[in-house]
């Protein structure tokens, strides 16, 4: 499938998403991750949105370690909790 890879106007820029994001459960979180992983289609505004997930994960108190990395997060496949964790369903 593939993954986003951060760059600085993407990371850096204005991103009408982070703040809705920052009070999403992880619950929601997860529904919103796996609803996006399939999808093959990249615009500009989804990758926005992606980051902004992406950012949320990381806010979260669960270890998010397994997909994501400091440079980007992998979208290959589904993700599920698992105790203090997100992890990918391979």
């Known amino acids: 499938m593939g993954s986003i890879v951060l760059t600085g106007l993407i990371a850096e820029g204005e991103n009408e998403f982070r703040k809705r994001m920052a009070h999403y459960s992880i619950d929601k979180l997860v529904g919103i991750f796996n609803f996006e992983q ?8 989804r990758g926005r949105y992606l980051v902004a997930l992406r950012e949320a994960f990381l ?3 669960y270890d998010c370690g397994s997909f994501i990395s400091e440079t980007g997060m992998s979208l290959d496949h589904p993700v599920r909790i698992s105790g203090d964790s997100v992890i990918q369903i391979s």
């Open 38 to 45: 399939p999808k093959q289609v990249w615009i500009g505004v």
């Open 59 to 61: 806010k979260s108190d």
